[in-house]
């Protein structure tokens, strides 16, 4: 009981000292995720004076503590470097403009915001929906304003992979080399990298906490998903996880690989004499305005970024807008555009699965939805209970949807998944790529679009996206997309699994011609077992047509 009860002092400290819900609706607004029967916890315990929340079942009890700026914590005693506290602002300071959005896209995205709330199960709490910079669409639940801190969950993961991103752009990692974990170093776990748990294919053991039944985690102990995220030191508990797969084979989501992850960013910054409770709000809060941005801690102070981050819908928006302007603010890029490309990049691991819907602690929209009519570029961060902020480039469009659980049995979907795609589809049709983030993008979705059909074997897709006199330079052989396909087909036979990532990119255009310049690295996986990462340097040509961008031409020249 002391692993969910930890969880429950955590959620409810927030729900009750961030999101500001009074005690009493708690455990009403709770997904309870962390126990498996309703009634098993009392209401929680709120001591508004030291900022405390205890919770109590069956005889036991924890209890987490608000500290201004830091978010809650389990610990007594925080630990030197987390004790000073942090006055966030409310990050409040967006203005809404619809000045350059058509009235007819307006009501269209009025009537989706709508749908959002019209349904009371779906217990929708914000809806914010951002186009070329500006909002356009806000609406909060009763009770919630654009002030109010709001639980991202697993939203979290992916301001940790920022922080990542932030570590190599100084330097102070290299993405393809091992995490610097000790303990690692003399087992079958050194080869594991700062790729491979980024892409949730880190090999550790951990057992699965989706489409579990709770009331059987309640009885027999609580899967490794879950357990991971509320130990009292999660660093160490995640570092001791033996490993199970080789890395960077196997994509599966699972908590371990994210609190590891953390405890190799704690490592890196303690050697360079920063703070993991400090460095984030200096290196990415701030610069961005996320200044409402808190993440909880573990009882020895260690933040919990798997997903105990909480920040205004406002601020939640601007870091998916700053995901979309490729990882800059106002001008200065923060985030290299090698390491953007990596964040959007299907993971190898996951495609060798099955499951090509996950990248850099992102997901891959239109895969993760199935539906075809999502953009080819939309990516999403998701969490539990239906948070989700969906990013779509070619669009210049963030759209963020916020909500409470209520107390849905995990491995259900909530009532808002009935709406979600139809919520989505409407705001994303409303808007037409403008100008030239949008444009960009697009012809970036055109090359991604193709690519994504030569994994699928796909002619109709491909034929799609190119001109009807598409041609293929390739080590001085000439192709059409047919000769193409049915060169692949035949390489099928001894690679099953053939993929591309593209990286690098860049895009040139003017009126109705584009280019695009990028890198190429194949994933191809033999019946046999064995790995090839053959890598290339391409070029694309495009023309505008009454269609939209077309591939024209492409050039590949063998790197190794």
């Known amino acids: 009981m002391d692993l969910p009860l930890a969880g429950v002092a955590l959620e409810a400290c927030g729900a009750v000292f961030l999101t500001g819900l009074p005690a009493s609706d708690f455990l009403s607004h709770s997904g309870l995720f962390w126990i498996g029967a309703r009634g098993t916890v009392a209401p929680p315990i709120v001591d508004r004076r030291r900022g405390r929340v205890t919770v109590r079942a069956e ?20 630990p030197p470097a987390s004790r000073e506290p942090v006055a966030p602002s409310t990050g409040a300071d967006w203005t809404v403009s619809r000045e350059r959005l058509p009235a007819s896209a307006a009501a269209a995205i009025d009537r ?3 749908r959002a709330f019209s349904d009371p199960a779906a217990r929708t709490s914000a809806v914010l929906v951002v186009h070329r910079g500006a909002i356009v669409a806000e609406r909060y639940a009763p009770g919630i304003t654009a002030t109010t801190p709001l639980a991202g969950w697993s939203m ?19 993405l393809r080399d091992p995490v610097p974990i000790e303990e ?11 790729l491979d748990l980024l892409r949730m294919s880190g090999g550790l053991r951990c057992s699965d906490g989706r489409g579990y039944d709770a009331r059987r985690w309640h009885a027999e102990g609580y899967p490794d998903h879950l357990a991971a995220v509320v130990q009292p030191d999660t660093f160490a508990w995640a570092l001791a996880r033996p490993a199970e797969f080789p890395a960077g084979r196997i994509g599966r989501y699972r908590n371990c690989d994210t609190v590891a992850l953390s405890a190799a960013i704690d490592r890196v910054l303690r050697r360079h004499g920063r703070s993991f409770a400090a460095w984030p709000r200096a290196a990415l809060y701030e610069p961005i305005g996320m200044t409402s941005m808190t993440v909880s801690s573990d009882a020895r102070g260690n933040p919990v970024m798997t997903g105990f981050g909480h920040a205004t819908a406002r601020d939640w928006g601007r870091f998916g807008q700053f995901l979309l302007q490729d990882g800059t603010w106002n001008g200065e890029r923060l985030l290299d555009a090698d390491f953007m490309d990596m964040l959007r990049a299907p993971a190898p691991a996951w495609v060798a699965a099955g499951t090509p819907d996950y990248a850099g602690q992102l997901w891959l929209a239109r895969s993760r939805l199935d539906d075809p009519e999502l953009p080819e570029d ?104 047919d000769v193409l396909f049915d060169r692949l087909a035949a390489v099928r036979q001894a690679y099953p699994e053939l993929r591309w990532i593209l990286s690098n990119l860049v895009v040139e255009a003017a009126g109705d011609l584009a280019t695009i310049r990028y890198r190429s690295e194949g994933w191809r996986l033999g019946a046999d077992g064995q790995l090839q990462t053959p890598q290339w340097l391409e070029s694309a040509h495009l023309v505008r047509t009454a269609d939209g961008w077309k591939l024209r031409f492409l050039h590949s020249s063998r790197k190794n």
């Open 112 to 114: 989706a915001v709508a």
């Open 59 to 78: 005889g036991r009890s924890r209890t987490a503590t608000h500290v201004r700026g830091q978010g809650c914590t389990l610990a007594d005693d925080l």
């Open 378 to 481: 939309s990516y999403a961060m998701l969490g539990i209970d239906g948070q989700a902020m969906w990013i779509i480039p070619s669009h210049d469009l963030v759209v963020l949807r916020l909500g409470f659980g209520g107390g849905t049995p995990p491995g259900q979907p909530i009532a808002f998944s009935r709406m979600e795609g139809r919520f989505l589809r409407e705001i994303v049709n409303s808007v037409r790529p403008e100008g030239p983030v949008g444009q960009e993008a697009a012809i970036r979705a055109v090359l991604a679009g193709y690519f994504g059909a030569l994994e699928r074997g796909d002619r109709a897709a491909a034929a799609r996206l190119t001109t009807g006199d598409f041609l293929l330079y390739d080590a001085g052989e000439v192709m059409t997309n």
């Open 184 to 194: 690692w170093t003399g087992d079958d776990r050194r080869s594991i990298r700062w």
């Open 156 to 174: 979290t993961k992916t301001v940790q992979a920022a922080l990542v991103g932030l570590l190599a752009g100084e330097g102070l990692i290299r």
